[in-house]
């Protein structure tokens, strides 16, 4: 059968109907400080029912479980949303994979976060929340999630796939120094996590990072699956420059501080970053990940140099320690 004739039998059988009751499931967001003014960014998902907690013999037989209703719930394409804050309303429909995404104006931050009130025909009323970022000249910090703050082990694949089928919170190891760096760093601002772990895990990693004291903030992730946008997963180094480019213009004017780790492509996502926006990346920190085959860094050092940012390649350890020196810690 063609491709475009199964897409299509696919988009019908899921396809919403008017007055079918749906879920609107949520995504902490930010707000963003446009020249025009505060502007909350708000993602989500439109499911045709939520995914409760589950009880099970073991912890892991229920975590497991979990974890298979998160990656099999049946999404909702086509729903209207309308996003509502003090000030203004906004309207969008979710896509074909029943993500939303919308911008709506708020009224300045007196808070920590704002609430945002999210309606859909035929589903509960929703409140979303928002971080917002102090005013002032300190910069953005942006992380990486996997084997920057939690040990994932990306090169390992089945162990990967273990801690993420069966491991809770409290199985997860934390990256030793990690934590009390990104705390240093953020001096009580919410920390950007951009990482290309999957939407269906967002609440196991919510929980786990606050399990493990690391600072909050959101969390910007990826949808793994067949559309038309990418099959199964998006290139990790075209997601993250795609999606901090877009946090550098929700904040125009500030500087980052952009945090990851030698296992994947967060350097050179980086690197593209500070080349591309000259003046807006203060520092790049990678912590170089145990058992990777070294590589020499003199070429990246020559890029960050030109771009005029610091770049430190080592342990949490070096990294706090080069923080410190250029005087980015809180």
Same mark, same amino acid.
């Given at each position: ?11 019908s ?14 995504y902490?967001g930010?707000? /963003?400080?446009?020249p025009?003014g ?9 499911? %045709? ?7 099970? #013999?073991? !912890? ?10 998160? *990656?099999?719930?049946?999404?909702? $394409? ?29 009224? $300045? ?24 970022? +102090?005013?002032?000249?300190? $910069? ?16 390992? !694949? ?29 001096? /009580?601002?919410?920390? @950007? @996590? ?9 609440? !196991? ?12 903030? +959101?969390l910007?992730?990826?949808?793994? /699956? *067949? ?6 997963? %998006?290139?990790?180094?075209?997601y ?10 929700? @904040?125009?004017? !500030?500087?980052?501080?952009?945090v ?36 020499d860094?003199? #070429? ?15 342990? #949490?350890?070096a ?8 005087g980015?810690? /809180?």
């Amino acid at each position: 059968m063609p491709v475009p004739v199964r897409r299509w039998i696919r988009k019908s059988l899921r396809r919403w109907v008017p007055g079918e009751p749906v879920v609107v499931v949520t995504y902490t967001g930010y707000v /963003g400080c446009l020249p025009e003014g505060p502007v909350a960014r708000v993602r989500g998902r439109v499911l %045709r029912r939520t995914v409760v907690a589950l009880t099970g #013999p073991t !912890r892991s037989w229920r975590t497991f479980m979990e974890t298979v209703a998160w *990656f099999t719930t049946s999404e909702v $394409p086509g729903v209207p949303v309308e996003v509502i804050s003090e000030v203004a309303r906004a309207h969008t429909v979710t896509d074909e994979e029943g993500y939303l995404e919308a911008r709506v104006r708020v009224a $300045p931050p007196s808070q920590a976060r704002v609430g945002l009130k999210l309606t859909a025909r035929r589903a509960p009323d929703t409140v979303a929340t928002a971080y917002a970022v +102090p005013a002032g000249d300190r $910069p953005l910090v942006v992380s990486d999630i996997d084997d920057t703050v939690l040990i994932t082990g990306v090169k390992e !694949r089945l162990k990967m796939v273990g801690r993420t089928l069966v491991g809770d919170p409290t199985d997860r190891q934390v990256v030793d120094g990690m934590p009390a760096l990104l705390r240093g760093l953020a001096a /009580g601002a919410p920390v @950007f @996590f951009v990482s290309t772990s999957p939407w269906n895990l967002y609440q !196991r990693l919510v929980d786990t990072l606050a399990h493990h004291g690391v600072p909050s903030g +959101p969390l910007l992730l990826t949808d793994w /699956g *067949f559309g038309s946008k990418q099959m199964l997963v %998006r290139p990790a180094l075209e997601y993250k420059v795609e999606t901090i480019a877009g946090l550098l213009a929700d @904040f125009p004017g !500030r500087t980052a501080v952009l945090v990851g780790d030698s296992g994947q492509h967060d350097l050179e996502a980086y690197l593209a970053i500070a080349e591309s926006h000259p003046g807006r990346v203060r520092a790049i920190l990678i912590r170089e990940v145990p058992g990777l085959v070294p590589r020499d860094h003199e #070429p990246d050092q020559a890029r960050a140099a030109a771009a005029g940012v610091t770049l430190c390649v080592g342990e #949490p350890a070096a990294l706090t320690e080069v923080a410190a020196r250029h005087g980015l810690l /809180g």
